[in-house]
C-alpha cells in the first residue's frame, strides 16, 4: 500500500510548507508547522466548484431508529471513590479521558489502581455459578513506557496490600482470572493498537503513555505535535464507536502544563491533572476539563509505600497545630467543589532589613497577600510597612477561594502580636478594601463541617461585620 503524504500547517496563518522548518515562511511565526495528513484531493461535481464525497446512509440517523436497548450503562464505578467523585459520578462508557501530572507524582500507580479494581470487580462476576466468561471483557494496557513484569510487579505490591487489609490470600483460582482478563501491549504502533483493540474489545484501555504511540503515516518521531494529535484523534474514534473507556497518560512541561497541543485536550472528553509536593504524602486530583461532571471536584490521595491511600477526611489532614495553638496559625473553612474542608494556614511576620518590605506566598496568591497587609495597615493600623510578610497554606494546598482572606488577616496579626489564637476558632469571610468582613457561598456547609470537628467559635459575617473588630475581641491591637 502506497504510504500517505504528509505535508506541514502552519497552526497560526494555515499555510501549508513541502517540509518543516523552525519560522513559517508566510506569517513569520516560529514553532508553528505542524505535520499533517494530506487528504486525498475529491473529483469536482456539481455547480461551483464543490468537492462532493458521498455519505454512507448508516451515517444518517433519526431518533426513532435509535436502539436504547443496545446503548451502554451511564456510569460505571472505578472502584476508587475519589476517583469518581472527580470524574463526576463513575467513568462514562466511551471516554477518553487524559491524566497529566509530573513524572513521579503516581499516575501509573492511580491507573494500576484501578486496573486492580476493576479486576476484583470482574473476579468476583466469574466467581458467581451463573456467570457466563464470554461476557466479561479484558482489560487493556498499552505498555509504552514500563515492560509488562514491571507493571505486574506493581500489581502484586498492591493485591499483597489488600491481602493484608482483608486478612485473607487471593486464591488460585482468582490469581488465574486475573491473570486471564488483564493483557498487556508492548507496541507503540497506533494503528497496531487500534487492530487488537477491535479484535479483544476490552472493558477498559489505559495507555500509559501518549507520548510513546506514533503512526507510519507521519514521518515525525513518536511525542512530536503531530503524532500525538493524529495518535489520540484515531484512539478516540475507536473508543467512541466500541464504547471504551480510555485512559491516557500525558507528560507535562517544564512550566507544569500538559504536554502536546492545545487540541490534545479539546479532543479528549475529561482532562485530569494529578498534583502535589513530591516531597510530601499529599495528592490532588482535579479535573481541568470534564464533559460528563463539574470542574470544581477534587480527590484527595495520600502517597505510601503501598501506592495511593484514599482520604475520606481530609480536614483532619490539613489541621495539625489546633491542639497546640502557635502564634501565627489560624484555622479557615474552604471549599473544593462540593466538599467542605478545613484548612491551616500560618503567617510569620519579621521586621524586614530591605528598603521594599517582601510579600512571599506558598499555595496563596501574591496579590492576596498584599491586599490583605494593605487593608491591616490602614484600618487595623499594624505597623507593617517595615515587616517582611510570609503566608503558607498548611499540608501543600492551594488556596484560591476569597473566603480565606478572614483567617489569613488574622494570622498574620497573630504572627505580629507573637499570641496565639484560642482553640476551637474558625475563620470564613472575605475581606474587602474597606475593612469589612463579607458573606462567602455555601456558609452552611463550611460551619456544619466546623461543628463536626470539634470548633465551637466561628468568625465570620454573621458574627462581626469589620477585620478590626474580630482582633479587638481576639486581644490582637
Same mark, same amino acid.
Given at each position: 500500500?502506497?504510504?500517505?503524504?504528509?505535508?506541514?500547517?502552519?497552526?497560526?496563518?494555515?499555510?501549508?510548507?513541502?517540509?518543516?522548518? *523552525? %519560522?513559517?515562511?508566510?506569517?513569520?511565526?516560529?514553532?508553528?508547522?505542524?505535520?499533517?495528513?494530506? %487528504?486525498?484531493?475529491? $473529483?469536482?461535481?456539481?455547480?461551483?466548484?464543490?468537492?462532493?464525497?458521498?455519505?454512507?446512509?448508516?451515517?444518517?440517523?433519526?431518533?426513532?431508529?435509535?436502539?436504547?436497548?443496545?446503548?451502554?450503562?451511564?456510569?460505571?464505578?472505578?472502584?476508587? *471513590?475519589?476517583?469518581?467523585?472527580?470524574?463526576?459520578?463513575?467513568?462514562?462508557?466511551?471516554?477518553?479521558?487524559?491524566?497529566?501530572?509530573?513524572?513521579?507524582?503516581?499516575?501509573?500507580?492511580?491507573?494500576?489502581?484501578?486496573?486492580?479494581?476493576?479486576?476484583?470487580?470482574?473476579?468476583?462476576?466469574?466467581?458467581?455459578?451463573?456467570?457466563?466468561?464470554?461476557?466479561?471483557?479484558?482489560?487493556?494496557?498499552?505498555?509504552?513506557?514500563?515492560?509488562?513484569?514491571?507493571?505486574?510487579?506493581?500489581?502484586?505490591?498492591?493485591? +499483597?496490600?489488600?491481602?493484608?487489609?482483608?486478612?485473607?490470600?487471593?486464591?488460585?483460582? =482468582?490469581?488465574?482470572?486475573?491473570? +486471564?482478563?488483564?493483557?498487556?501491549?508492548?507496541?507503540?504502533?497506533?494503528?497496531?493498537?487500534?487492530? /487488537?483493540?477491535?479484535?479483544?474489545?476490552?472493558?477498559?484501555?489505559?495507555?500509559?503513555?501518549? %507520548? $510513546?504511540?506514533?503512526?507510519?503515516?507521519?514521518?515525525?518521531? +513518536?511525542?512530536?505535535?503531530?503524532?500525538?494529535?493524529?495518535?489520540?484523534?484515531?484512539?478516540?474514534?475507536?473508543?467512541?464507536?466500541?464504547?471504551?473507556?480510555?485512559?491516557?497518560?500525558?507528560?507535562?512541561?517544564?512550566?507544569?502544563?500538559?504536554?502536546?497541543?492545545?487540541?490534545?485536550?479539546?479532543?479528549?472528553?475529561?482532562?485530569?491533572?494529578?498534583? *502535589?509536593?513530591?516531597? *510530601?504524602?499529599?495528592?490532588?486530583?482535579?479535573?481541568?476539563?470534564?464533559?460528563?461532571?463539574?470542574?470544581?471536584?477534587?480527590?484527595?490521595? =495520600?502517597?505510601?509505600?503501598?501506592?495511593?491511600?484514599?482520604?475520606?477526611?481530609?480536614?483532619?489532614?490539613?489541621?495539625?497545630?489546633?491542639?497546640?495553638?502557635?502564634?501565627?496559625?489560624?484555622?479557615?473553612?474552604?471549599?473544593?467543589g462540593t466538599r467542605p474542608l478545613l484548612a491551616e494556614v500560618q503567617a510569620l511576620v519579621v521586621s524586614s532589613q530591605l528598603a521594599m518590605p517582601r510579600r512571599v506566598g506558598r499555595g496563596i496568591e501574591l496579590n492576596r497577600i498584599q491586599v490583605l497587609t494593605?487593608?491591616?495597615?490602614?484600618?487595623?493600623?499594624?505597623?507593617?510597612?517595615? /515587616?517582611?510578610?510570609?503566608?503558607?497554606?498548611?499540608?501543600?494546598?492551594?488556596?484560591?477561594?476569597?473566603?480565606?482572606?478572614?483567617?489569613?488577616?488574622?494570622?498574620?496579626?497573630?504572627?505580629? /502580636?507573637?499570641?496565639?489564637?484560642?482553640?476551637?476558632?474558625?475563620?470564613?469571610?472575605?475581606?474587602?478594601?474597606?475593612?469589612?468582613?463579607? =458573606?462567602?457561598?455555601?456558609?452552611?456547609?463550611?460551619?456544619?463541617?466546623?461543628?463536626?470537628?470539634?470548633?465551637?467559635?466561628?468568625?465570620?459575617?454573621?458574627?462581626?461585620?469589620?477585620?478590626?473588630?474580630?482582633?479587638? +475581641?481576639?486581644?490582637?491591637?
Amino acid at each position: 500500500m502506497a504510504k500517505s503524504s504528509t505535508n506541514f500547517v502552519c497552526q497560526n496563518c494555515g499555510a501549508a510548507q513541502p517540509k518543516w522548518s *523552525g %519560522q513559517c515562511p508566510s506569517c513569520g511565526e516560529w514553532n508553528t508547522l505542524v505535520e499533517t495528513l494530506v %487528504q486525498p484531493a475529491m $473529483t469536482a461535481s456539481g455547480g461551483g466548484g464543490h468537492r462532493q464525497k458521498p455519505i454512507d446512509p448508516q451515517n444518517i440517523v433519526s431518533l426513532s431508529q435509535v436502539d436504547l436497548t443496545k446503548r451502554p450503562k451511564s456510569r460505571v464505578s472505578s472502584g476508587i *471513590g475519589e476517583l469518581d467523585r472527580v470524574l463526576g459520578g463513575g467513568i462514562v462508557p466511551g471516554a477518553v479521558m487524559l491524566l497529566g501530572g509530573e513524572p513521579g507524582i503516581g499516575k501509573s500507580t492511580l491507573l494500576t489502581q484501578l486496573v486492580v479494581k476493576q479486576l476484583q470487580v470482574q473476579s468476583e462476576s466469574l466467581n458467581r455459578p451463573e456467570s457466563d466468561p464470554k461476557s466479561v471483557a479484558p482489560i487493556m494496557y498499552i505498555a509504552g513506557e514500563e515492560s509488562p513484569s514491571q507493571i505486574a510487579l506493581r500489581i502484586n505490591r498492591l493485591l +499483597e496490600n489488600d491481602d493484608k487489609k482483608t486478612s485473607k490470600k487471593s486464591s488460585s483460582k =482468582s490469581g488465574q482470572t486475573w491473570a +486471564e482478563q488483564l493483557v498487556f501491549v508492548t507496541t507503540t504502533d497506533v494503528d497496531e493498537i487500534a487492530t /487488537a483493540v477491535r479484535e479483544v474489545q476490552p472493558s477498559l484501555l489505559i495507555v500509559d503513555s501518549i %507520548q $510513546t504511540l506514533q503512526t507510519t503515516d507521519l514521518t515525525g518521531s +513518536e511525542g512530536s505535535v503531530g503524532q500525538l494529535r493524529e495518535s489520540t484523534q484515531r484512539i478516540t474514534e475507536l473508543a467512541k464507536s466500541l464504547h471504551t473507556p480510555v485512559f491516557l497518560v500525558g507528560h507535562v512541561t517544564k512550566e507544569g502544563t500538559i504536554a502536546g497541543p492545545k487540541v490534545l485536550e479539546h479532543i479528549v472528553d475529561s482532562v485530569l491533572e494529578l498534583n *502535589g509536593e513530591r516531597t *510530601g504524602q499529599l495528592r490532588l486530583l482535579r479535573a481541568i476539563k470534564n464533559r460528563f461532571g463539574a470542574t470544581d471536584e477534587v480527590g484527595v490521595f =495520600s502517597l505510601m509505600e503501598v501506592g495511593l491511600m484514599e482520604v475520606t477526611n481530609p480536614s483532619e489532614l490539613f489541621l495539625e497545630h489546633t491542639n497546640q495553638p502557635v502564634p501565627g496559625s489560624a484555622t479557615v473553612g474552604v471549599m473544593e467543589g462540593t466538599r467542605p474542608l478545613l484548612a491551616e494556614v500560618q503567617a510569620l511576620v519579621v521586621s524586614s532589613q530591605l528598603a521594599m518590605p517582601r510579600r512571599v506566598g506558598r499555595g496563596i496568591e501574591l496579590n492576596r497577600i498584599q491586599v490583605l497587609t494593605a487593608v491591616l495597615q490602614k484600618h487595623c493600623r499594624l505597623p507593617l510597612g517595615s /515587616a517582611d510578610v510570609f503566608l503558607s497554606a498548611a499540608g501543600g494546598f492551594t488556596i484560591r477561594e476569597p473566603a480565606v482572606d478572614l483567617g489569613l488577616a488574622v494570622a498574620i496579626a497573630s504572627s505580629q /502580636a507573637n499570641k496565639a489564637l484560642p482553640k476551637g476558632c474558625v475563620f470564613i469571610g472575605e475581606v474587602g478594601l474597606l475593612g469589612e468582613i463579607r =458573606s462567602v457561598s455555601y456558609l452552611d456547609r463550611r460551619v456544619k463541617e466546623a461543628k463536626r470537628l470539634g470548633f465551637t467559635r466561628i468568625y465570620s459575617r454573621q458574627s462581626h461585620t469589620k477585620v478590626r473588630d474580630v482582633l479587638k +475581641e481576639l486581644q490582637l491591637i
